[in-house]
């Protein structure tokens, strides 16, 4: 697609749930960003992947958290047995990767998780 | 470790006053400097950057200027309109952490007529 895709865009779960975000990024970019914001704050980096490895996972806030890229495009951020604190935006962004890299990261409009 | 510090908000101006918002950053490295908005409802999109010392960034009548020696990117604009109300990130680019953007915590601006 022409910008990078996020699902749901909002998603409402119950405490103790398991939910799965998803991200598509831009076609032919190789490296994949997850970042969370919570309101009234910053961005939180929480992991990175290069094709389909993650060579740093070091924002990931717990084990409760984690994520996988397939085939070098679409990614999932899973969050499993879901509490409130975890409730926040949670964005995707893509960038070309390697010596072609110009810096630019490009962000989908996120995904919103509430756990009541 | 690499780091960012950037100008608290929120900041209220009127109409066609002039815009700073301080950004700093630490590094072990020279990073690639960003600013990125976010307006009202809709998602971070890139302001501007700078790739190396000297570099001037600018878009929508917005500059910034990668300071080496005061390591340093200082949003301004000369004069901001309503429609600059929105939240402000900066953000490094740690080439050494994989290359991903370090935000800062935002400034919102509120512009008034």
Redesign the interface.
Known sequence: GAGVSQSPSNKVTEKGKDVELRCDPISGHTALYWYRQSLGQGLEFLIYFQGNSAPDKSGLPSDRFSAERTGGSVSTLTIQRTQQEDSAVYLCASSVGGTANTGELFFGEGSRLTVL | GDSVTQMEGPVTLSEEAFLTINCTYTATGYP?L?W?VQYPG?????LL?A?KADDKGSNKGFEATYRKETTSFHLEKGSVQVSDSAVY?CAP?FYN??????????TELSVKP
């Open positions: 690639s960003f990125y809709e998602g971070l999109q890139l950057k790739t990130f680019r952490q994989g290359g991903k953007l370090i935000f800062g915590q935002g």
